[in-house]
């Protein structure tokens, strides 16, 4: 995949960043530290979430019309699907339904864990809706990895809460990783490196950190999904201004919604690591 | 409210049970214990869930397409809401939808806390959707109690992950309590009752009840809504059989879902405290 030269490369380029809630404001953050002169336009689909207790059909829908809006009405010329459900079951038909190059989250994910480890064994925590996808375990595979993954239903809730640095969260965190760690011993696997394959998780990362066994490297997918985007763009977007330059400006960023505007706005701001300003109300039907 | 005697009392009458998810088969446990002879329908729209995060308009059109299922295609004579947000947002719209006697979680849980409060002052913990409602607030006034309402987010996702006797669920709720109790004391309240508002909330209730200040009654609004059936069908059901006779037959269960069939079979017998067999997929529309 490649993006054509056209006019827009002469002017700052908008890039439309798409989550079934606000979790994917954590690519966003990501996007915005390596392109701090591209303009973004952020859509959390909030009426319609979850979409993991959906089926494909319908999350293809509803994630297909959500890329329309960013395309057609804010004008994205590159879309990231910042949402691992969608990312899992929906990345064709969004494909399918516009006409710009669009990047999910879940093989850069698996590409970068590719890149560090040296045991050739992974294990992915995420939440159950991805789990159940087994897309992880498939993008690992491509990539020549062995994966385990493991859902942490909780971790998401404690992230909502504000408690991203709470005793109790560092305890479930420590529970879940021993599962995880001794499911893979009893697999026989010698894993090296723990990707983050949920949005929210980047937030934990502190004490996800602390919990996992020594030399295990993490891997955060919203990180690994803006390096990827930026080689897609083939860094012409950073040519525009350095980040120097862009620090004396605030970046150029728009966040839409589709309902829970006021929970978007309250805990937009630590996914985001800066304001998230004033949230666009949305309607995209039923 | 008073049932109309009709010919329908001469055989096991329907009774269906209505929740966004499965929380609310504590309701139907509860109703179960107090009439064992009757017949049941226990609709879970999972496929639509959380109502919380959705407008009052949205959540009383699911909800009266939920009871008009219940009503119409299940011959439910009789129904109880034993959802929080529909009871609070859309317990109109449904006894519009429907020509049988309609009752919620609600107004019985807030009843309750009137008869075992002395001090008038009662605590509510809930979802963060039924606390921003303020019903619990408003039926309590309307029972001259002064009410105190805390959202607790990790319960629910606690419940569902099957830790209903962990330490962490443990500690949680002390936080939880300790932060309700605190914020009662500052408002100079003298709260002598806890009301669970919220159907998942009954699971915890031995750890609740070891958390709350020595003095404090525990009210369970699945338990109320259950005595508040028994009271208006007049013990009409009851005398169709008793206890004893019923232990030697399974009741006459059956329960539909809108989608997450497995997720209902594999946590529902937990909330039911019976296995709740084959859960029926019923499609109800976007």
Request: net charge negative; charged share 20%.
């Amino acid at each position: 995949m490649s993006i054509p030269v056209s006019e827009a490369m002469s002017k700052p380029q908008t890039i439309g960043v798409f989550d079934s809630g606000f979790g994917g404001l954590t690519v966003l953050r990501a996007l915005i530290q390596r392109l701090p002169r591209a303009q973004f336009a952020f859509l959390g689909d909030t009426a319609r979430l979850p979409y993991g207790s959906k089926s494909r059909r319908t999350i293809a829908r509803y994630a297909a019309e959500s890329a329309q809006f960013l395309v057609r009405e804010q004008g994205a010329e590159f879309l990231v699907i910042a949402c691992n459900t969608a990312s899992a079951l929906a990345l064709d038909a969004i494909q399918d339904a516009v006409p710009v190059p669009v990047l999910g989250v879940i093989e850069p994910g698996a590409s970068a864990a590719r890149q560090v480890s040296m045991t050739g064994d992974v294990m992915v925590i995420a939440t159950a809706a991805t789990v159940e996808s087994r897309a992880y375990t498939a993008a690992c595979r491509a990539q020549g990895l062995r994966a385990l993954e493991k859902a942490c239903p909780l971790l998401v809730p404690l992230v909502e809460e504000g408690w991203t640095e709470h005793p109790v969260t560092a305890e479930v965190i420590d529970i879940y990783l021993a599962e995880l760690v001794g499911e893979a011993a009893a697999q026989g696997m010698n894993p090296d490196t723990l990707v983050l394959g949920c949005t929210h998780y980047p937030l934990l990362r502190r004490l996800i950190e602390k919990a996992v066994p020594a030399g295990v490297k993490v891997i955060d997918s919203a990180e690994a999904a803006a390096e990827a985007a930026v080689r897609l763009l083939n860094g012409r977007l950073a040519t525009v201004g350095d980040a120097a330059d862009a620090e004396s400006q605030p970046p150029a960023v728009r966040c839409f919604a589709t309902d829970s505007v006021e929970k978007f706005e309250r805990l937009g701001s630590s996914f985001l690591g800066r304001p998230v300003g004033r949230v666009e109300l949305v309607d995209l039907g039923g």
